[in-house]
T-cell receptor, first 117, second 114 residues
Framework: GAVVSQHPSRVICKSGTSVKIECRSLDFQATTMFWYRQFPKQSLMLMATSNEGSKATYEQGVEKDKFLINHASLTLSTLTVTSAHPEDSSFYIC?????????????FGQGTRLTVV | GENVEQHPSTLSVQEGDSAVIKCTYSDSASNYFPWYKQELGKRPQLIIDIRSNVGEKKDQRIAVTLNKTAKHFSLHITETQPEDSAVYFCAAIGLTGGGNKLTFGTGTQLKVEL
């Protein structure tokens, strides 16, 4: 299957600082990537859809100025959590699908465990 | 947008027994329904998926059934083993409104006991 690589896998940062998470499709091009957040013992909640060469589409309730998404190439999307606070501590996972069809398999990155202290 | 409900939230079975997890979805235009297994701290892993042009799909001990009329789909695991213990998520692709987004169910913690 296709490979999606996410980095870093774990990060601890101080309140008020920013953290950047990278998501790469290693063996395929992804015009669209998806960013999810997962709190402990909860489901994956879609935060935003990242579109190569254009602005990301954010889900309702997700602050676009706090969660900055950049999709500058067909193999890289980044999520920057700005002015992080303890409530932003969570598991962030990116995903990409091979092909544009709605019934194509999604591949997930390893996830990033963010802890804000 | 799409809404996916999943039951039960927890499920304990004896090794060798079967486990069934059920999901319902709201978007009648949805046509792709994957199931994922997630171990603690790891990424979701696709275990089986089904598209709307079939009603059932089987892969060894795992099977999925889909009822488009009722808008529900189920995961069946037979001959459960301790290594099947994990959280399982159903999902559906919502198409209404041009979303094309994967929406997850709330998850089922499966525990297979010896």
């Amino acid at each position: 299957g296709a490979v999606v690589s996410q980095h870093p896998s774990r990060v601890i940062c101080k309140s008020g600082t920013s953290v950047k998470i990278e998501c790469r499709s290693l063996d395929f091009q992804a015009t669209t990537m998806f960013w999810y957040r997962q709190f402990p013992k909860q489901s994956l909640m879609l935060m935003a859809t990242s579109n190569e060469g254009s602005k990301a589409t954010y889900e309702q309730g997700v602050e676009k100025d706090k969660f900055l998404i950049n999709h500058a190439s067909l193999t890289l999307s980044t999520l920057t959590v700005t002015s992080a606070h303890p409530e932003d501590s969570s598991f962030y996972i990116c995903s990409a699908r091979v092909g544009a069809g709605p019934d194509t398999e999604a591949f997930f990155g390893q996830g990033t465990r963010l802890t804000v202290v | 947008g799409e809404n996916v409900e999943q039951h039960p939230s927890t499920l304990s079975v004896q090794e060798g027994d079967s486990a069934v997890i059920k999901c319902t979805y709201s978007d009648s235009a949805s046509n792709y329904f994957p199931w994922y297994k997630q171990e603690l701290g790891k990424r979701p892993q696709l275990i089986i998926d089904i598209r709307s042009n079939v009603g059932e799909k089987k892969d060894q001990r795992i099977a999925v059934t889909l009822n488009k009329t009722a808008k529900h789909f189920s995961l069946h695991i037979t001959e459960t083993q301790p290594e099947d213990s994990a959280v399982y998520f159903c999902a559906a692709i919502g198409l209404t409104g041009g979303g094309n987004k994967l929406t997850f169910g709330t998850g089922t913690q499966l525990k297979v006991e010896l």
